[in-house]
Structures are given as C-alpha cells and as structure tokens.
C-alpha cells in the first residue's frame, strides 16, 4: 500500500479512504512529513504566506456553548460582552498602523442581537477603511442568521456580502460526524449544514477556509471521512483557500480532563492533511493554538501558511493558550526565513502584496 500511496501523492491523485486510514495507522512521522514537504514543495515552491491582519471577537455571548469551548459566556454571566459599532471602529483604526490588510471577524451566537446589528458593523468597517477586505463570520453565525431572520442561507450571504462581507473564515467544521456534534455541540449548524453554506458561499463568489477541530473525541475514521467531505466538496466548488487543522485546548472547558495534542500527534495531522487534501492549495498553521516554534516546524511537515500578526485573539487564549496575542510582521518573516522557506506576504485571496 506505501507504494501505491507515494505514486499517487507524486501524481497528486485523491487517495482512497484506506489509504487515508493507513497514513495515520502505518506511517511514521518521519515518512508522513517527509510525503507532505514533498508535496507542498511541488505545490507551493517553497514559499510560505502569511497575512497582516486583525482578529476582532464582537462577543463570548453564545446559547451554543459547546463543550469544548472556553470563550463563551451566557448572557448576563460574569465576563460576558458585546462591542458595539464605535469599539470595532476603535480597533479598526488602532491597527491601521501595523498595515493589516484583513480584519477577521467571528463571534458567539448572541440570543439578542438583530442580524442588523452584524450588517451595521459590516458597513460600518467598510466605510471606515474601504480598502480592508472583511472575512467574517463563520458559516455557524451564518447558518443561525438564517434562522433568527427566517432567510434562506443565500439571502443572508447576498445581503452581507451587499454590506461589506468579502470571504468567509473556516471555523464551526469542528469534526462532520454526527456523534461528535451530538455530544459536543448539539445546539449549533450540524455538519451537513456548514457544508451548506460554504457552498452557497462559493456558488456566490466567495472564498473561504475550511477547518478540522482535533485531539478530543474524534476518532481516526471520523477525522479522515471530515478530509474526504471537504476534499469532495472541494471537487465540486473550488471556494477553498486554505485548510486549518486546530488542536483542542482543554483548559477552562467542559473536558478539563483531557490532554493538548502533542507536537508530534499535530504535526501528524497537518501532514496527512496536506496529502489527503490534494486539492487544496494551501495548509495552514495557526500558529495561536500551535505555538510559535511548533508552527515553524511545520513547514517541514507539509505548511505552507503562517496566518498572519492577528491581534487580540481572545477565543483560544480563553482556554489558556499561552502563545503571544498578536506577533509582528518581522518575527513571521524570521521564522520563516530560519527554515529555509521564502516569506510571502500576502492578502485574504492570496494575492502576493511582498517576497521577502
């Protein structure tokens, strides 16, 4: 089967669910890692993005409350919050110095808050700063803005893209499989329906990422039939941009008991996604729930993407994350350089603005 798997990754051919099971079953991290930079480097030619961006949380409000979270707060609890127009403005223009290019914009799921609301905030950076270019919200508040408004899914998307959103961020996929998302987070967009709206998002025009929330209750199988979904609808609609495999942080949530994946269980993943996702350009590591060194490591393990200087993120560092909040353009650029990969800074649909 080894054999069979290294001349489909060199044809970059779609490996089959067996295949794909075997990668995680039967590979060693050394033969796993050296596939993937093989492969990202027939890709990508040793470059390595990363974006100057700004990450803004409207608020840890959410009737969610999925287990494995530790951002979010019910209405009224202590450290609850909700900012309004003026205060993502504020932090909008704060970090019109630092050069970003995208402000990132994703949020509980408030039980108060008008779809208004979301759009007035939407008009409201758009007229500020025209040139930002606005990914938000994740195809979970997308979905529920569906329900609160009694639209369909592509009425919410045309009339938030009419009000300044331009893509959408990957976050809410979690893990596809029914039995995770009934025991974990049974009052959120199931699996299916993310996938719903990340097409409809694409038929739009719209580019997105697509994300794979790991080291908890998953198992193999399920992690790999997640892959196969978004490879498939990869097949199918194009919008993907990049893929994020984010470990859990069990620290403040309702699974205290568990461990952090460890380096090597991450970089394992971030391998076999860049060779089960053979249609994806673009694998990336974000570097807030990874740690900085682990995320320079990986881009021998198959990345190819740093994220960006981000700035403020509260949503992982609510589970204890202890990484920096935002990291500056020149420390991206180190990191990158030192593992003999070219540093690329790039906007939201990956245009290249700058090659280091």
């Not at 007035?120 to 700063?129: C, G, P, Q, S």
Request: charged share 25%.
């Amino acid at each position: 089967m080894k054999k069979n798997i290294r001349k489909k990754i060199n044809d970059n051919a779609a490996l089959n669910r067996d295949e794909c099971l075997y990668l995680f079953q039967g590979c060693s991290i050394h033969e796993l890692g050296e596939m993937a930079n093989l492969a990202n480097l027939t890709k990508n030619k040793g470059k390595v993005f990363f974006n100057v961006n700004r990450h803004i949380n409207l608020t840890n409000v959410c009737i969610s409350r999925c287990k494995f979270c530790a951002f979010s707060r019910d209405k009224g609890e202590k450290g609850a919050y909700v900012f309004s127009v003026d205060d993502v403005i504020e932090k909008v223009k704060e970090s019109l110095p630092m050069g970003i290019t995208e402000v990132h914009i994703v949020s509980g799921l408030h039980p108060d808050l008008t779809f208004d609301y979301y759009l007035d905030i939407l008009r409201a950076v758009k007229k500020f700063a025209p040139q930002l270019h606005i990914q938000g919200f994740t195809a979970v508040e997308i979905h529920y803005f569906a329900k609160i408004t009694g639209f369909t899914i592509t009425k919410v998307l045309e009339i938030m893209k009419e009000a300044g959103l331009d893509s959408l961020p990957g976050g809410g996929a979690e893990v596809f499989s029914p039995r995770i998302r009934e025991e974990l987070c049974p009052k959120k967009a199931t699996g299916f329906e993310w996938q719903e709206v990340m097409t409809e998002a694409h038929r739009l025009g719209m580019k997105s990422n697509a994300t794979l929330l790991f080291g908890h209750i998953e198992t193999i199988e399920e992690v790999v039939d997640h892959l196969i979904s978004l490879r498939e609808l990869q097949n199918k609609t194009g919008g993907f941009q990049s893929f994020i495999p984010l470990p859990f942080h069990p620290q403040y949530t309702l699974m205290e008991n568990f461990e952090k994946p460890t380096g090597i269980e991450i970089l394992k993943m971030l391998s076999a996604s860049r060779l089960i996702l053979n249609n994806f350009t673009h694998i990336k590591a974000f570097w807030i729930m990874m740690g900085l060194r682990l995320a320079q490591l990986s881009l021998k393990y198959g990345v190819n993407d740093l994220d960006g200087t981000v700035v403020e993120e509260k949503i992982t560092h609510s589970a204890g994350a202890t990484t920096p909040e935002d990291i500056p353009r020149l420390e991206l650029i180190r990191l990158i350089r030192e593992m003999g990969r070219i540093p690329v800074e790039r906007d939201t649909l990956y245009n290249e603005i700058k090659q280091y």
